[in-house]
């Protein structure tokens, strides 16, 4: 059973404007998301992070959003440019008896069109 | 400062046979993961150490599988004997001490099994 879903696999964007990427998790324990960015042929990379305390954190054009209550995050790319194109993956810390993994979603494939 | 490096990047074997599948971790990095993707799918935990000893193989799929990280630097993953289920990316990625840091990920090894 998936604890974190990624429910849209792909996303288009026009360059310029907004890309929202949205995650739902089930598991109400986790405390600690990330997003990585994945291109084609390299390993994921870190984008960004969001701790359970907070609602929001913001790098630059990236913003995370946490809702709890909803059990869903949100990554907002303002604005969007063609080098955003990659697979974009959350992840939650599984953290449980000293031992932390990251639980992954299936991905979200953005072209950003230039 | 060189990144985690993975060896082979590409692996092309028949059914039955072994492979091993090698990482590096960056220096001075305790803890080493090991994950996986199967083709549109999550990057799904398979196990961590923490320097040479496995805190979590809970993800390992079964006994094929060998993880080991003799000494606490590099770590090799054997499959053997190789079904064609595994075949996928294989990713390793290695952090410093404590839940919160960030994992750097390898290019990742592409397994195929005929």
């Known amino acids: 059973d998936q604890q974190v879903k990624q429910n849209s696999p792909s996303l288009s964007v026009q360059e310029g404007r907004i890309s929202i990427l949205n995650c739902d998790y089930t598991n109400s324990m986790f405390d600690y998301f990330l997003w990585y960015k994945k291109y084609p042929a390299e390993g994921p990379t870190f984008l960004i992070s969001i701790s359970s305390i907070k609602d929001k954190n913001e790098d630059g054009r990236f913003t995370v959003f946490l809702n709890k209550s909803a059990k869903h995050l949100s990554l907002h790319i303002v604005p969007s440019q063609p080098g955003d194109s990659a697979v974009y993956f959350c992840?939650?810390?599984?953290?449980?008896?000293?031992?932390?993994?990251?639980?992954f979603g299936t991905g979200t494939r953005l072209k950003v069109l230039a | 400062e060189a990144g985690v490096t993975q060896f082979p990047s590409h692996s092309v074997i028949e059914k039955g046979q072994t492979v091993t599948l090698r990482c590096d971790p960056i220096s001075g990095h305790d803890n080493l993961y090991w994950y996986r993707r199967v083709m549109g799918k999550e990057i799904k935990f398979l196990l961590h150490f923490v320097k040479e000893s496995k805190q979590d193989e809970s993800g390992m799929p079964n006994n094929r599988f060998l993880a080991e990280r003799t000494g606490g630097t590099y770590s090799t993953l054997k499959v053997q004997p190789a079904e064609l289920e595994d075949s996928g990316v294989y990713f390793c990625?290695?952090?410093?001490?404590?839940?919160?840091?960030?994992?750097?990920f390898g290019p990742g090894t592409r397994l195929t099994v005929l």
């Open positions: 992840a939650a810390l599984h953290s449980t008896s000293g031992t932390y993994k990251y639980i």
């Open positions: 990625a290695s952090s410093q001490e404590g839940p919160y840091n960030e994992q750097f």
